[in-house]
């Protein structure tokens, strides 16, 4: 197999807390050198002067939608679209049609990634069966058929029991479980945050205490079983402070934000319609600096996506009737830039150490995550300086329904290794 | 040795000089069981209710027989035909028996503490055949018999109990004797079915199954409910079967086989592989006899005050 040599770039260590300026060298899909002025005549060369170049980024939360809603997005497409946002590993949630809820499942749809073959397509198992949130599946056998995470995700467990018994039995396995969390007979058919705009525009709320109530509830669970518990995209400036006080009495929880929870409020209603209609809503300013704090001082140690395509059919029309999520992946790195590295947030080592390092860790994937000798070669390359704009009708994903069309934004990713193959080389796709 | 016990209430009660002084007398009876004809007279006239308020074959069986063969007569009483369906009261059902003036009742009830209970007004002998997720103290014995027979020695032994410990008299009961003639015990299990608390019967908690089998000389699996699965506490026979059910034959680092020991009866593919249940090292049939044996032990140490030991 070819060999690759990034030469000039600065290089991110997140394992190590370090930034250095050398050169990389790829071998049969492994680093194999790291150190200032390699040559090797038979590499193929990529200039990274004046890049930033680190681990691939690990993404925990996608929906690439396969099997059963190929119109929004398929795993080609899905993969295309991690590729050019610079993610080389992908965690798909289960809750596609059917919902990934046997081992039978997620052995087809490992072997449709493979099939595919783009960036390291992972996948979770759904935590009740038919994702109905009353009998549990058989988790066992799902990680020995590859599944690497549990999540209902779209919808929230409401069957404390449930996932009581869950916790305490995967213990055993060491599977992390991944809470999407809605107390549904409080959030209803609300569609937006509770509070002014909800009044003025007059459309049902889904309010706060929807998510901090199961989250509440989810942390003592948590803590009582010793279960490892991870909350995703977070919303609100409670639930920060709820997890850092368990995390404090030791309870082993996690949480990832999306980045448009971090740079969009309520008021983004008026302006984008339905493209800024999401789940959980988009909060309010208190609850940004909330959790922007909340990154800064470790609690939420993810970032992640969220990446929820729709056709535009699923998003036109009637407010109420439009389907939540934002399709975001090809911009994710970027979007975080703004709202994390811009204004100083983060430097860059936490920001690899929150997209990539972290996440691999979560994940149990050892050879990932790391800039290092031996480690898989999984690259991203971002040029941190030049803004370019988001043309949402250039995506590759199929999902079009984002807010963020138009905006000027830096940090892209370049360049895109995966296992020492160039998928996308000075902003080109290659896949 | 002075019997001072009146009854059977569980094995928390007896010391571990009683526990050994009923396992030789077992063993006595469990060698007699060899021939044939049989019969004793030594409990002639004495009179033994079996009081059955949950199902059960082999105990109930085992119970009558023990009687029988020792010379006792011997009535059985299921709950099915009994006047509790009529309305009476458990404590009514119960005195009224009384005054059928029998010397040993015994009682089996899926309330825990029933036996200790009746114990308090009931005049006769009370054999605890099992209350609830309490005790079941004749099945230890049995299963202690049955370990003693194979040349175990208690006190470089390990037992590895591995299932529903959460549920189980018998995982109970068995880990108070073992631990009083001196072995180790290991549970294991589905973290759903190792209840908090598990400390006080002096075991150690060891994931994952195999390990806890690696550590262990003995491996007693406990019999997997399919209310438990229903009721959620693991997802799946095909599951259950796959991480904590015993496959195949677990052998010692001396390339000896462990032995294999369950209550019954069993679920074969579920809690042990059905080939195993006939192996050599299974201990599972003998179990049986020895709880023949125990319990022809026990009623006679009980009426006869040891005395004949």
Partial sequence: MNKVLIKNGTLILPQSKRTIEADVLIDDGVIVQIEPGINDGKAERINASGYLVGPGFINLHVHFREPGEEKKEDLFSGSRAAVKGGFTSVLCMPNTRPPIDSPLLISYLLSRAREVGLVNVFSAATISLGLEGKAMTDLGLLINAGAKALSDDGKCVKDSRLLYLLMTYSRYFHLPIILHEEDIDIAGEGQVNEGSMAVKMGYRSLPKVAEDSMIARDLVLAHSTGATVHFTHLSTALSVKLIEWFQNQGAKVTADVTPHHLLLDDQSIIQYGSRAKVKPPLRDQTDIVALKEGIQRGVIGILASDHAPHTNEDKEGDFNEAAFGISNLEITVPLYVK????????????????????????????????????????????????????????????????PFDGWQLKGWPVTTIVNGKILMRHSKLEA | MKWKHKHLLGIDQLSGEEIRFLLEKGNQYREWLEQSPKKLTRLSGYCLINLFFEASTRTRVSFE????????????????????NKGESFRDTVRTLARMKVDALVIRHRSSGIPLYISQFLPFHIINAGDGMREHPTQALLDLLTMKRDGIDFTRNTVAIIGDILHSRVARSLSIGLKKLGSQVIFSGPPTLIPKGIEVLEGQVVYPVEEAIRQADVVYLLRIQKERQEAGFFPSAKEYASFFGLKEKPKGPDGRWKKIMHPGPVNRGLEIDSSLVEKENSLIEEQVSCGLAIRMAVLETLILGGANG
Wanted: with cysteine.
């Fill in chain 2, 65 to 84: 027989m023990a009687g029988k063969l020792l010379g006792m007569e011997v009535v059985n009483f299921t709950n099915e035909l009994s006047s509790l």
């Fill in chain 1, 339 to 402: 709202a994390l590295i811009d204004d100083q947030s983060i430097s860059w080592l936490d920001f690899w150490k929150l997209l990539s390092f972290n996440p691999a860790q979560f994940l149990g994937l050892t050879k990932k995550g790391s800039l290092e000798i031996g480690m898989d070669a999984d690259i991203a390359i971002i040029d941190p300086e030049t803004h370019h704009e988001v043309k949402v009708n250039e995506f590759v994903s199929k999902g079009k329904n984002c």
